[in-house]
């Protein structure tokens, strides 16, 4: 399974961005898709997450009202949108996928990653 994040970059505090995250390979067995972040100097964190079939999502309390994470299952891609933007958004993101976890918000739980994304909000 290969995961390419897209949609990163530089955006200025309230403004939005789109994140992409194409999904090739084995499929069948995909049970969620995730977004989690990294800022420097921090672990890395939840930030929202879509059971594949079902369509339910979880976000953090960070993402809530603002984030939206939504999937495109012919195009096998997960996308999160990003508005209201904070200079604490800025880290880099990354895509995940899970094929059985008991918890989303778990890093350790998703079975393949892609190689992130940097979004950068300035102030």
């Known amino acids: 399974v290969q995961l390419v994040e897209s949609g990163g970059g530089l955006v200025q505090a309230g403004g939005s961005l789109r994140l992409s995250c194409a999904a090739s390979?084995?499929?069948?067995?995909?049970?969620?898709m995730g977004w989690f972040r990294q800022a420097p100097g921090k672990e890395r964190e939840f930030v929202a997450a879509?059971?594949?079939?079902?369509?339910?999502?979880l976000y953090a309390d960070s993402a809530k009202g603002r984030f939206t994470i939504s999937r495109d299952n012919a195009k096998n891609t997960v996308y999160l949108q990003m508005n209201s933007l904070k200079p604490e958004d800025t880290a880099v993101y990354y895509c995940?996928?899970?094929?059985?976890?008991?918890?989303?918000?778990?890093?350790?739980?998703?079975?393949?990653w892609g190689q992130g994304t940097q979004v950068t909000v300035s102030s």
């Open positions: 995940a996928e899970a094929v059985n976890v008991v918890s989303l918000v778990r890093a350790t739980l998703y079975d393949y």
């Open positions: 879509i059971k594949w079939s079902l369509g339910t999502t």
């Open positions: 390979g084995r499929t069948f067995s995909r049970y969620a």
